[in-house]
Nanobody, 124 residues
Framework: QAQLVESGGGVVQPGGSLRLSCVAT????????MGWYRQAPGKQREMVAV???????NYRDSVKGRFTISRDIDRNTVYLQMNSLKPEDTAVYYC??????????????????WGQGTQVTVPL
């Protein structure tokens, strides 16, 4: 079983920066992607940024040019550098890892892991 531990959340004034970190440990198998999602009160969870095993990145439009996702493969760690933060960025940020493995008899298994979340607050 894999475990994801996030850190780096907090309260920051508009225009400020935060860096989130997520360390993945345990039985991760073959990591397909690592990413960050967020959920604001009363809203659905939404994708913020994802980085694939090949290093390709994808961002939601509202954070493009402000947020940067990166990873340390050796440490199974994913980061989210958030600059020029806005009040609408306020949410609980969750780390996500998607992985897979193929059994000895060719059966494919997919796994989807989530962290416990870290609060990011940008007051008005």
């Amino acid at each position: 079983q894999a475990q994801l531990v996030e850190s780096g959340g907090g309260v920051v004034q508009p225009g400020g920066s935060l860096r989130l970190s997520c360390v993945a440990t345990g039985s991760l198998w073959d990591i397909e992607s690592m990413g960050w999602y967020r959920q604001a009160p009363g809203k659905q969870r939404e994708m913020v940024a994802v980085i694939s095993s090949s290093g390709a990145t994808n961002y939601r439009d509202s954070v493009k040019g402000r947020f940067t996702i990166s990873r340390d493969i050796d440490r199974n760690t994913v980061y989210l550098q958030m600059n020029s933060l806005k009040p609408e960025d306020t949410a609980v940020y969750y780390c996500n890892v998607e992985s897979s493995r193929t059994s000895d008899i060719g059966e494919n298994y997919e796994y989807d892991y989530w962290g416990q979340g870290t609060q990011v607050t940008v007051p008005l």
